[in-house]
């Protein structure tokens, strides 16, 4: 497989469940981050990794939990959701160096997530 | 605070029509970046260009043309002969100069519909 690929691709849920959403990158970077879309709204920065460690928690609710384990992978905990949170989570990466130019990200095709 | 605006949240055209789509932007920083991102049907955005705010001039790609003017905070992107399979949502971005990850901060995204 190639680039960023997210698992699953549509997810439904009760306010009640625990559940968490999957990120892979097949390309080596070194970011990696969790972006929240919903109907009408900015895509919203959620949280973001350089070299497996957190380096931006955008105030986000603790109903939202993230997981690095290692520079590829990418996890989103989800437990005791709420209606609103139901949106399209994209996942991205990037290989940013240290010069402070960013370069482009890559996106993978998200997940549906509808909270009942 | 980092805004970007893109005002016209949705645009029909017929095929082979010129189109721009029009983004605004806002920061306090001398030193930034812009980018715009193509998101398809299939979820994932896909990226199209990223210019620095040092240089100004605009940039052609094939039927694709951006117009950056510091002067008027503005990145504009054209389309020239536009196709049905440029129908998409186009996100407008901006990001700081930071170092190890980047924070982009997105425009609420312009819908193009291209009829045949």
């Known amino acids: 497989e190639t680039g960023v690929t997210q698992t699953p691709r549509h997810l439904v849920m009760g306010m009640t469940n625990k559940k968490s959403l999957k990120c892979e990158q097949h390309?080596?970077?070194?970011?990696m981050y969790w972006y929240k879309q919903s109907a009408k709204k900015p895509l919203e920065l959620m949280f973001v990794y350089n070299f497996k460690e957190q380096t931006e928690n955008n105030s986000v609710p603790s109903r939202f939990s993230p997981e690095c384990p290692n520079s590829s992978h990418l996890f989103l905990h989800l437990h005791t959701l709420q209606p609103e949170d139901s949106a399209l989570y994209l996942c991205?990466?990037?290989?940013?160096?240290?010069?402070?130019?960013?370069?482009?990200?890559?996106f993978g095709p998200g997940t549906r997530l509808t909270v009942l | 605070a980092q805004k970007v605006t893109q005002a016209q949240t949705e645009i029909s055209v017929v095929e082979k029509e010129d189109v721009t789509l029009d983004c605004v932007y806002e920061t306090r920083d001398t030193t930034y970046y812009l980018f715009w991102y193509k998101q398809p049907p299939s979820g994932e955005l896909v990226f199209l260009i990223r210019r620095n705010s040092f240089d100004e001039q605009n940039e052609i790609s094939g039927r694709y043309s951006w117009n950056f003017q510091k002067s008027t905070s503005s990145f504009n992107f054209t389309i020239t002969a536009s196709q049905v399979v440029d129908s998409a949502v186009y996100f407008c971005a901006l990001s700081e100069a930071r170092k190890g990850f980047q924070k982009l901060v997105f425009g609420t995204g312009t819908r193009l519909l291209v009829s045949p």
């Open positions: 390309l080596g970077h070194n970011a």
């Open positions: 991205a990466s990037s290989q940013e160096s240290g010069s402070g130019r960013p370069n482009e990200q890559f």
